[in-house]
């Protein structure tokens, strides 16, 4: 429930270029799930906002129960 606040606490040291590495981002597949509230809810809306963000780039691997990794620009 607390990776979008984290994601803010250590965008501002992220070196040029740098990564930030988002782990669990599946959910089991419930992130999929339209239905599905609380912090499944939040992880789904943390991975659109991810990806659409202009100052970096995302991409979620489905290895195991996924990971988000972003870049800065």
Do not use: K, S
Not at 3 to 18: E, K, N, S, T
Not at 25 to 45: K, S
């Amino acid at each position: 429930a607390g990776y979008r606040d984290y994601f803010h606490a250590v965008l501002p040291l992220l070196a040029d270029r740098g990564l930030i590495v988002l782990d669990n981002m599946l959910r089991g597949g419930q992130v999929l799930d339209p239905g599905a509230g609380g912090d499944v809810a939040l992880t789904r809306e943390l991975n659109r906002d991810l990806a659409a963000d202009p100052r970096g780039i995302a991409v979620l691997l489905t290895v195991r129960d996924g990971m988000t990794v972003w870049r800065r620009a």
